[in-house]
């Protein structure tokens, strides 16, 4: 079984930058997708990012298009997700996830794993 455990969420003023980091531990993750979803209060879960482990083909929300980047670490077997400009609306709980199932990396039914979530507070 995999567990995933995020770290990096922070309190930053609009405009700066944050990195969140996803370790995976567990088993080999090599054919999975990993994902972040955010969620913010009173909201329901969203998608923002996501990427397949091996292939390396990628998914960005419109809303993070430009702003925000997924990436990985295989030696560290850790997933990222650079985020630059923040705005208050990213002010939210950032999940990572991770699934073995073929389907939409957009969604969250492709994942069957989720870590423990990390706050992210953009506010000046």
């Known amino acids: 079984q995999v567990q995933l455990v995020e770290s990096g969420g922070s309190l930053v003023q609009p405009g700066d930058s944050l990195r969140l980091s996803c370790a995976a531990s567990?088993?080999?993750?090599?054919?999975?997708?990993v994902a972040w979803f955010r969620q913010a209060p009173g909201k329901a879960r969203e998608f923002v990012a996501a990427?397949?482990?091996?292939?390396?083909?990628?998914a960005l929300s419109d809303s993070v298009k430009g702003r925000f980047a997924i990436s990985r670490d295989n030696a560290k077997n850790t997933v990222y997700l650079q985020m630059s400009n923040l705005k208050p609306e990213d002010t939210a709980a950032y999940y990572c996830?991770?699934?073995?199932?073929?389907?939409?990396?957009?969604?969250?039914?492709?994942?069957?794993?989720w870590g423990q979530g990390t706050q992210v507070t953009v506010s000046s």
């Open positions: 990427m397949r482990w091996t292939g390396g083909s990628t």
């Open positions: 567990g088993r080999d993750i090599s054919n999975y997708a």
């Open positions: 996830a991770a699934g073995a199932r073929r389907g939409s990396l957009m969604i969250q039914e492709t994942y069957d794993t």
